[in-house]
Nanobody, 118 residues
Framework: QVQLVESGGDLVQPVGSLRLSCAASGNFFSTYTMGWYRQALGLGKQRELVARITNDGVTNYAYSVKGRFTISRDNAKNTVYLQMNSLKPEDAAVYFC??????????WGQGTQVTVSS
């Protein structure tokens, strides 16, 4: 069982920055595609993909964050990061870390709250 633990969520002002981290247990981290998803508070809000990075470093971003967010991974530390710059109020959400093997979910983290407000 792979465990994912997110950290780094906080209250930040608009145009500020945050870096989220997700630490994974186990020995197969380097083989997973790692992703960050988010779910805004409110009725009907669905979890959406923010960014993902494959085991060989290929990245994809949601259009809404492209150019502002950067996903990276450190396989030696079993950790994936999400650097978030120029934050907007609409970026406020609970951010979840996800590990996939192919298209199969291996694990989800418990989430970390990001609040963007002045």
């Amino acid at each position: 069982q792979v465990q994912l633990v997110e950290s780094g969520g906080d209250l930040v002002q608009p145009v500020g920055s945050l870096r989220l981290s997700c630490a994974a247990s186990g020995n197969f981290f380097s083989t997973y595609t790692m992703g960050w998803y988010r779910q805004a508070l409110g009725l009907g809000k669905q979890r959406e993909l923010v960014a993902r990075i494959t085991n060989d470093g290929v990245t994809n971003y949601a259009y809404s964050v492209k150019g502002r967010f950067t996903i990276s991974r450190d396989n030696a530390k079993n950790t994936v990061y999400l650097q978030m710059n120029s934050l907007k109020p609409e970026d406020a959400a609970v951010y979840f870390c996800n590990a996939k093997r192919g298209i199969i979910d291996v694990s989800w983290g418990q989430g970390t709250q990001v609040t963007v407000s002045s």
